[in-house]
C-alpha cells in the first residue's frame, strides 16, 4: 500500500526539511549551527529526489539539487535512503570527506532532536513549549507530506488529479499555517497561510490538533463539534483529506 | 433587518455529544455534519423529532421548509396519508415473512406497467443494492469485465462503485473500472474500442448531479449516441436513476431524455420514504439476474411494497412530475431573482425539480456556504453543495416564505462580506 519512492521524497523533503523549521524555532538547534562555518549537504537519491540543506548563521534552508553542496551524500536507491532515515544505513559521502565531523556531530544532534519532536513521549509533552514545537514540526511534515503523496504515491495521484487549481489552506488556530498549491493536479506545499485561498482547513487548537495527529481523536467527529473548520472548495479539501489518510501510511 | 427567528441547537448538540459516544463520527454518511457540507455545523440541526408535509421540526422545536427531502425520498410530502393508509393497513396484516406478501408481485407489475423499459423488476432496499446488482448482473449477461463510469459519479458504497482513494477499498476492487467525463460522446466512443470486447456496461445518471459543481443536462442527442453504440457493441447501458427517478418522468428519466436504458435502477422515492428499491431491465436480462445469488433480509418485506402501489399510484394519478418541475421551476425563479436584486449570481443548474444552486460572485464558494447557512438558520434546508428536492407538499406559501427568507439571507452576507460587492 506504500512504495519506497514516495516514501524516499516524504523521508527528504517532508521529514529532514522540518530542519528548516526546528532551527528556526528551537534556539538549542539554532545554537548548534550558529557558530560554525557555512556548510550544505546534498543528498542525491538515485530515481529518487535530490536536494541540498544548507546551514548558515544559525539557520537551516533546503533546495532542490546537489550542485553547490560541501559534502554530497550519494544514494544508490530511495531504499538506502530510506535508511538512512530509519537508522538503517550509514551513508558514505562522495564528497566533503574534511566535514564528516559535522554529520557525525552537529548534525547527528539536530536529527535526533527532530526525532525527540517527531516521536515525542508523553512526558515530554507535558512541557508546554515541546507541546507547542512539536505539534508544529509534526504539521509541517504533514503538509509538505501531502503534497509528495500527492505527487508520486499511485493512489495519491488520482486524488491530486481531482484537486481544482488553487490554493488550499490548512493550519492551526494561533499556530502554524501552509498552502497546498495545486496547479493541474501537482501539488506543492509552501509553509505559509496562502493570501488568497480557496478553501480552508483549520483545526481549532494545538491540543486538537495533536491529538489528531496521534489519533487520539476522530477527525469526523470533530467536525461535526465544530473543532476542525472547512470553508470554500470543499471538493478540494475531501481530495487532500484522502491524501492525508494516506499520510499515516507513510510515517506511521 | 432580522424578520426571521434565528434558530438555536442547543438539544441537537446534546445529542450529538451523547452520539459521538456510542456511534462513529456521531452522524455518518450523507445526513451527518462532514459529508453533509454544514458549513458552519453551528447553522444545522442534527437530529429531526418529527415530520409532515414539506416540513420536518428539529428535536429544539424549528421547522424546516425541507428542499432535501431526506436526500430524495419525500417526493410526496412527509407522512402522505394516501401512503401512509396503505403501509398501515398491510403492517396490521403482515411485513417480513417466510414466504414474501402477493404484494411484491403487484408492485413488480406496477413497476413494469409503468416503466417504459422494464420487462420485470428485483427489489431491494437501498439504491446501492441495485446499482451493485445491475452492475453484476451486466457481467453475468455479458461474461465481460469492464465498466464505465461518468466522472463524478456516485453509485452507492459497494467496492465496485467506489474509488480507489476511498478508504478500505483495494486497488483490485475498482482495476476493472474506467472513467469517462460527461457529455463526452467522442471520449466514450475511443473508449470503447481501446476496450473492445472487454465491456460489459455503461452506467451513468440521467443527467450529471453530482456534488460541488454545477448540475449539467444531457447535449442534444447525447443519450442517442451512447444508447446506438452500446446496443451496437454490446454494452449493457444502466441509468441509475435513484436519485432523479420519479421527479422527471414516471416511466423512468430515460423516458424523460428520449432513449431506453437496459437496466434502470430506483429507490428514493418509490414509497415516499418506506424501504424499497427497486432493478427494473429489459427481457434479455432476465434471466442474467435470476441466476444470481443476490438477496437480503428484509428485502421482501410486504409494508413498503404496499405503500409504493399506493404512491406510485398517487403520482401516475397526479402526473406528479410536471407538477414537481413546475414547483421547482418557480421556486428557482425567485431565489435567482432575490439573489440578483441583491447583487449576487446565484446560479441554479440541473432540472427544477432536482434543482443545484451556486453563488458566483467568488471562486471559493464561501459567500454560498455563508447564505446557505443564513438559510438554515433561519428554517430553510438547503444543503450547500448538493443538489436539492422538491416534493408536492410543497406549497406557494412556502415558496413565498422561502423567498423571503432567502432574501433577508442575501442582505446579511452582503452586510458581513462588503469586500465581496
Given at each position: 500500500m506504500t512504495d519506497a519512492k514516495t516514501l524516499a521524497y516524504i523521508n527528504m523533503y517532508a521529514v529532514l526539511g522540518s530542519l528548516e523549521n526546528l532551527c528556526e524555532l528551537d534556539p538549542k538547534a539554532s545554537a548548534l549551527v550558529s557558530d560554525i562555518k557555512p556548510i550544505s549537504i546534498g543528498f542525491e537519491v538515485k530515481d529518487g529526489p535530490c536536494a541540498t540543506i544548507t546551514f548558515k548563521n544559525g539557520r537551516c534552508r533546503m533546495e532542490q539539487g546537489v550542485n553547490e553542496c560541501d559534502v554530497k551524500l550519494p544514494f544508490s536507491s530511495c531504499e538506502k535512503f530510506n535508511g538512512l532515515i530509519?537508522?538503517?544505513?550509514?551513508?558514505i559521502p562522495s564528497k566533503g570527506f574534511l566535514h564528516i565531523k559535522f554529520l557525525l556531530d552537529k548534525f547527528t544532534k539536530l536529527t535526533d532532536m527532530l526525532s525527540a519532536y517527531m516521536r515525542p513521549s508523553e512526558e515530554d509533552l507535558k512541557d508546554e513549549e515541546f507541546f507547542n514545537l512539536s505539534t508544529t514540526l509534526l504539521f509541517y511534515t504533514i503538509t509538505v507530506a501531502i503534497s509528495q503523496i500527492g505527487n508520486h504515491d499511485e493512489i495519491g495521484k488520482f486524488s491530486a488529479s481531482h484537486i481544482i487549481d488553487g490554493d488550499v489552506k490548512m493550519s492551526i488556530k494561533g499556530g502554524p499555517a501552509s498552502t497546498i498549491h495545486c496547479k493541474n493536479g501537482h501539488l506543492v506545499t509552501i509553509k505559509k497561510a496562502p493570501e488568497n485561498p480557496r478553501s480552508i482547513m483549520e483545526f481549532g487548537?494545538?491540543?486538537?490538533?495533536n491529538d489528531l495527529f496521534n489519533g487520539k481523536v476522530s477527525a469526523m467527529?470533530?467536525?461535526?463539534?465544530?473543532?476542525?473548520?472547512?470553508?470554500?472548495?470543499?471538493?478540494?479539501?475531501?481530495?487532500?483529506?484522502?491524501?492525508?489518510?494516506?499520510?499515516?501510511?507513510?510515517l506511521a | 433587518m432580522a424578520n426571521f427567528k434565528i434558530n438555536q441547537y442547543d438539544k441537537s448538540r446534546e445529542l450529538f455529544a451523547r452520539a459521538t459516544k456510542v456511534i462513529p463520527s456521531g452522524v455518518y454518511g450523507h445526513l451527518g455534519p462532514a459529508e453533509g457540507n454544514f458549513i458552519p455545523v453551528s447553522a444545522w440541526p442534527f437530529f429531526s423529532e418529527k415530520a409532515k408535509g414539506t416540513y420536518f421540526w428539529d428535536v429544539d422545536g424549528n421547522r424546516f421548509i425541507d428542499y432535501m427531502c431526506a436526500y430524495g425520498p419525500n417526493i410526496m410530502g412527509y407522512n402522505d396519508p394516501d401512503v401512509d393508509k396503505a403501509a398501515m393497513a398491510q403492517a396490521k396484516l403482515e411485513n417480513c415473512t417466510t414466504s414474501p406478501s402477493y404484494k411484491m408481485v403487484e408492485l413488480a407489475e406496477l413497476m413494469v406497467d409503468t416503466v417504459n423499459t422494464a420487462d420485470w423488476a428485483f427489489f431491494a432496499k437501498n439504491g446501492n443494492d441495485v446499482t451493485t446488482l445491475a452492475i453484476m448482473a451486466a457481467r453475468n449477461a455479458t461474461h465481460k469485465k469492464k465498466i464505465i463510469f461518468v466522472n463524478g459519479f456516485y453509485h452507492g458504497v459497494s467496492a465496485v462503485v467506489q474509488k480507489i482513494d476511498y478508504p478500505g477499498i483495494l486497488p483490485e476492487d475498482v482495476a476493472n473500472n474506467l472513467y469517462v467525463d460527461w457529455n463526452?460522446?467522442?471520449?466514450?466512443?475511443?473508449?470503447?474500442?481501446?476496450?473492445?470486447?472487454?465491456?460489459?456496461?455503461?452506467?451513468?445518471?440521467?443527467?450529471?448531479?453530482?456534488?460541488?459543481?454545477?448540475?449539467?443536462?444531457p447535449a442534444d442527442g447525447y443519450w442517442q449516441k451512447v444508447r446506438n453504440l452500446c446496443t451496437e457493441k454490446g454494452i449493457v447501458l444502466i441509468v441509475d436513476d435513484v436519485r432523479a427517478g420519479f421527479?422527471?418522468?414516471?416511466?423512468?428519466?430515460?423516458?424523460?431524455?428520449?432513449?431506453?436504458a437496459d437496466m434502470i435502477c430506483f429507490c428514493k422515492a418509490i414509497a415516499n420514504g418506506w424501504?424499497?428499491?427497486?432493478l427494473c431491465g429489459k427481457d434479455f436480462l432476465r434471466d442474467a439476474v435470476a441466476g444470481m445469488s443476490y438477496t437480503g433480509s428484509?428485502?421482501?418485506?410486504?409494508?413498503?411494497?404496499?405503500?409504493?402501489?399506493?404512491?406510485?399510484?398517487?403520482?401516475?394519478e397526479l402526473n406528479l412530475p410536471s407538477i414537481l418541475l413546475d414547483k421547482g421551476k418557480k421556486l428557482c425563479d425567485g431565489l435567482k431573482e432575490a439573489g440578483k436584486n441583491n447583487g449576487f449570481d446565484l446560479v441554479v443548474s440541473g432540472e427544477p425539480s432536482l434543482f443545484y444552486l451556486r453563488i458566483a460572485n467568488d471562486d471559493t464558494?464561501?459567500?454560498?456556504q455563508a447564505w446557505i447557512a443564513e438559510c438554515v438558520k433561519r428554517g430553510v434546508f438547503f444543503a450547500g453543495h448538493h443538489n436539492h428536492f422538491i416534493n408536492y407538499a410543497l406549497s406557494d406559501a412556502d415558496i413565498k416564505e422561502t423567498l423571503e427568507i432567502a432574501d433577508e439571507a442575501f442582505k446579511v452576507v452582503k452586510k458581513e462580506h462588503p469586500e465581496a460587492f
Amino acid at each position: 500500500m506504500t512504495d519506497a519512492k514516495t516514501l524516499a521524497y516524504i523521508n527528504m523533503y517532508a521529514v529532514l526539511g522540518s530542519l528548516e523549521n526546528l532551527c528556526e524555532l528551537d534556539p538549542k538547534a539554532s545554537a548548534l549551527v550558529s557558530d560554525i562555518k557555512p556548510i550544505s549537504i546534498g543528498f542525491e537519491v538515485k530515481d529518487g529526489p535530490c536536494a541540498t540543506i544548507t546551514f548558515k548563521n544559525g539557520r537551516c534552508r533546503m533546495e532542490q539539487g546537489v550542485n553547490e553542496c560541501d559534502v554530497k551524500l550519494p544514494f544508490s536507491s530511495c531504499e538506502k535512503f530510506n535508511g538512512l532515515i530509519d537508522g538503517t544505513v550509514t551513508p558514505i559521502p562522495s564528497k566533503g570527506f574534511l566535514h564528516i565531523k559535522f554529520l557525525l556531530d552537529k548534525f547527528t544532534k539536530l536529527t535526533d532532536m527532530l526525532s525527540a519532536y517527531m516521536r515525542p513521549s508523553e512526558e515530554d509533552l507535558k512541557d508546554e513549549e515541546f507541546f507547542n514545537l512539536s505539534t508544529t514540526l509534526l504539521f509541517y511534515t504533514i503538509t509538505v507530506a501531502i503534497s509528495q503523496i500527492g505527487n508520486h504515491d499511485e493512489i495519491g495521484k488520482f486524488s491530486a488529479s481531482h484537486i481544482i487549481d488553487g490554493d488550499v489552506k490548512m493550519s492551526i488556530k494561533g499556530g502554524p499555517a501552509s498552502t497546498i498549491h495545486c496547479k493541474n493536479g501537482h501539488l506543492v506545499t509552501i509553509k505559509k497561510a496562502p493570501e488568497n485561498p480557496r478553501s480552508i482547513m483549520e483545526f481549532g487548537s494545538m491540543q486538537l490538533a495533536n491529538d489528531l495527529f496521534n489519533g487520539k481523536v476522530s477527525a469526523m467527529a470533530q467536525i461535526g463539534e465544530g473543532t476542525i473548520g472547512m470553508f470554500g472548495m470543499i471538493n478540494m479539501i475531501d481530495n487532500v483529506n484522502r491524501i492525508l489518510d494516506r499520510v499515516g501510511l507513510y510515517l506511521a | 433587518m432580522a424578520n426571521f427567528k434565528i434558530n438555536q441547537y442547543d438539544k441537537s448538540r446534546e445529542l450529538f455529544a451523547r452520539a459521538t459516544k456510542v456511534i462513529p463520527s456521531g452522524v455518518y454518511g450523507h445526513l451527518g455534519p462532514a459529508e453533509g457540507n454544514f458549513i458552519p455545523v453551528s447553522a444545522w440541526p442534527f437530529f429531526s423529532e418529527k415530520a409532515k408535509g414539506t416540513y420536518f421540526w428539529d428535536v429544539d422545536g424549528n421547522r424546516f421548509i425541507d428542499y432535501m427531502c431526506a436526500y430524495g425520498p419525500n417526493i410526496m410530502g412527509y407522512n402522505d396519508p394516501d401512503v401512509d393508509k396503505a403501509a398501515m393497513a398491510q403492517a396490521k396484516l403482515e411485513n417480513c415473512t417466510t414466504s414474501p406478501s402477493y404484494k411484491m408481485v403487484e408492485l413488480a407489475e406496477l413497476m413494469v406497467d409503468t416503466v417504459n423499459t422494464a420487462d420485470w423488476a428485483f427489489f431491494a432496499k437501498n439504491g446501492n443494492d441495485v446499482t451493485t446488482l445491475a452492475i453484476m448482473a451486466a457481467r453475468n449477461a455479458t461474461h465481460k469485465k469492464k465498466i464505465i463510469f461518468v466522472n463524478g459519479f456516485y453509485h452507492g458504497v459497494s467496492a465496485v462503485v467506489q474509488k480507489i482513494d476511498y478508504p478500505g477499498i483495494l486497488p483490485e476492487d475498482v482495476a476493472n473500472n474506467l472513467y469517462v467525463d460527461w457529455n463526452d460522446f467522442d471520449a466514450l466512443e475511443k473508449l470503447v474500442a481501446e476496450n473492445d470486447g472487454e465491456i460489459a456496461a455503461f452506467i451513468s445518471t440521467p443527467y450529471l448531479h453530482g456534488n460541488y459543481f454545477d448540475n449539467v443536462l444531457p447535449a442534444d442527442g447525447y443519450w442517442q449516441k451512447v444508447r446506438n453504440l452500446c446496443t451496437e457493441k454490446g454494452i449493457v447501458l444502466i441509468v441509475d436513476d435513484v436519485r432523479a427517478g420519479f421527479r422527471l418522468d414516471t416511466a423512468g428519466s430515460d423516458h424523460y431524455y428520449g432513449f431506453e436504458a437496459d437496466m434502470i435502477c430506483f429507490c428514493k422515492a418509490i414509497a415516499n420514504g418506506w424501504n424499497v428499491s427497486c432493478l427494473c431491465g429489459k427481457d434479455f436480462l432476465r434471466d442474467a439476474v435470476a441466476g444470481m445469488s443476490y438477496t437480503g433480509s428484509y428485502w421482501m418485506s410486504a409494508v413498503p411494497f404496499a405503500a409504493g402501489i399506493a404512491n406510485i399510484t398517487k403520482m401516475r394519478e397526479l402526473n406528479l412530475p410536471s407538477i414537481l418541475l413546475d414547483k421547482g421551476k418557480k421556486l428557482c425563479d425567485g431565489l435567482k431573482e432575490a439573489g440578483k436584486n441583491n447583487g449576487f449570481d446565484l446560479v441554479v443548474s440541473g432540472e427544477p425539480s432536482l434543482f443545484y444552486l451556486r453563488i458566483a460572485n467568488d471562486d471559493t464558494m464561501m459567500l454560498h456556504q455563508a447564505w446557505i447557512a443564513e438559510c438554515v438558520k433561519r428554517g430553510v434546508f438547503f444543503a450547500g453543495h448538493h443538489n436539492h428536492f422538491i416534493n408536492y407538499a410543497l406549497s406557494d406559501a412556502d415558496i413565498k416564505e422561502t423567498l423571503e427568507i432567502a432574501d433577508e439571507a442575501f442582505k446579511v452576507v452582503k452586510k458581513e462580506h462588503p469586500e465581496a460587492f
